[in-house]
């Protein structure tokens, strides 16, 4: 039913700036929970920036990098990237809990929570 859809993604070189965003559909829930996550061919998915509305207003927020700032705007997620650093460079995922029941920062930065995850977009980032 959920349907995510990423764009934004690209080549930058190191200090510059980025915008993802997803898109996501049949999302109707008044609670929304969702996350960006990055990886590494041959690693591990790891969080990046997860985020929890309630009535449109942000209940929850968290980013692994000071640098990174992750907003939910109606039905498209935003992930602004500021200085951009070459160990940034991955496949960045958009995930969606869905529903979102129970919420707790615990199961909003658990990985096996999301059941939705869109295609991922490509970031690289060159010194």
């Known amino acids: 039913q959920v349907q995510l859809v990423e764009s934004g993604g690209g080549s930058v070189q190191a200090g510059g700036s980025m915008r993802l965003s997803c898109q996501a559909s049949?999302?109707?829930?008044?609670?929304?929970?969702m996350g960006w996550w990055r990886q590494i061919p041959g690693s591990e998915r790891e969080e990046v920036a997860v985020?929890?509305?309630?009535?449109?207003l942000p209940v929850a927020t968290d980013s692994v990098q000071g640098r990174f700032t992750i907003s939910l705007n109606r039905r498209t997620l935003h992930l602004q990237m500021n200085d951009l650093k070459p160990e940034d460079t991955a496949t960045y995922f958009c995930?969606?809990?869905?529903?979102?029941?129970?919420?707790?920062?615990?199961?909003?930065?658990?990985?096996?929570?999301?059941?939705?995850w869109g295609q991922g977009t490509q970031v690289t980032v060159s010194s």
């Open positions: 985020i929890a509305t309630e009535g449109g």
């Open positions: 995930a969606a809990v869905v529903p979102c029941s129970r919420l707790s920062m615990s199961r909003l930065r658990d990985e096996s929570e999301y059941n939705y």
């Open positions: 049949g999302y109707a829930y008044d609670r929304k929970c």
